[in-house]
């Protein structure tokens, strides 16, 4: 079974800085998808970006792109120019791209506070 | 832009009681979810649905739970005799069913259970 693991319960950054959120990952598939879900304190899950394990390239969304190391089983979130509203909790997501419909499968969160 | 939308947003009910959630789905995917969050806890898969039946489910989704698409749009999850421990916030989430797709969530009903 495939884990998720994000081993930074809370971080902070200043407005305006940049901050990098850890995720890591176990599976033995070689096909697979990334994610990283937005939080905010209105429980809504919003999409903030996504990976294909097969391409060596790192997604960008705006002031949000990723580090994803793919021996290393690391994904991680840089979020830069951090606006008060990217506070919110963060989750890492695995989803098998093996099967169709395929269930994803989050990390624990981190909580990220932007201070002014 | 198409959103996934649920109701109620907040159900209250006692312990023993049956609930019924109700999620829209966006109308051109295949592919239905019920994920369950308990207050400061992870995001749990529950059940996928498609083609009008259960195509996975994990281990929390016993007897105690049922899915069913009753009139082609709704995607309802029904939770029969409630136990305080399934207060929780549920959300229902949608996708295309590709293997490249991504999983759209709804803003989630928050469960209450007395």
């Known amino acids: 079974a495939q884990t998720v693991t994000q081993s930074q319960p809370e971080m902070s950054v200043q407005e305006a800085e940049t901050v990098t959120l850890s995720c890591t990952y176990d599976t033995s598939e070689s096909d697979y998808y990334l994610f990283w879900y937005k939080q905010p304190p209105s429980r809504q899950m919003i999409l903030v970006i996504r990976q294909e394990a097969y391409k060596q390239q790192n997604a960008t969304e705006n002031r949000f792109s990723v580090n994803f190391q793919k021996a290393a089983k690391s994904f991680s979130l840089k979020i830069s120019d951090s606006q008060l509203g990217d506070a919110a909790m963060y989750f890492c997501?695995?989803?098998?791209?093996?099967?169709?419909?395929?269930?994803?499968?989050f990390g624990e969160g981190t909580q990220l506070t932007v201070n002014p | 832009e198409p959103e996934v939308t649920q109701t109620p947003s907040h159900q209250v009910t006692q312990m023993g009681q049956e609930v019924i959630l109700r999620c829209v789905p966006i109308s051109n995917h295949l592919y239905f979810y019920w994920y369950r969050q308990i207050l400061g806890q992870k995001v749990e898969f529950l059940v996928s649905?498609?083609?009008?039946?259960?195509?996975?489910k994990s281990e929390i989704f016993d007897d105690q739970f049922s899915v069913e698409r009753p009139d082609g749009s709704n995607f309802t999850l029904k939770i029969r005799s409630t136990k305080l421990e399934d207060s929780a916030m549920y959300f229902c989430?949608?996708?295309?069913?590709?293997?490249?797709?991504?999983?759209?969530f709804g803003p989630g009903t928050r469960l209450t259970v007395l």
């Open positions: 997501a695995y989803r098998s791209g093996e099967t169709s419909g395929s269930r994803l499968t």
């Open positions: 989430a949608t996708g295309q069913g590709y293997s490249t797709d991504t999983q759209y």
């Open positions: 649905f498609y083609n009008n039946e259960i195509s996975e």
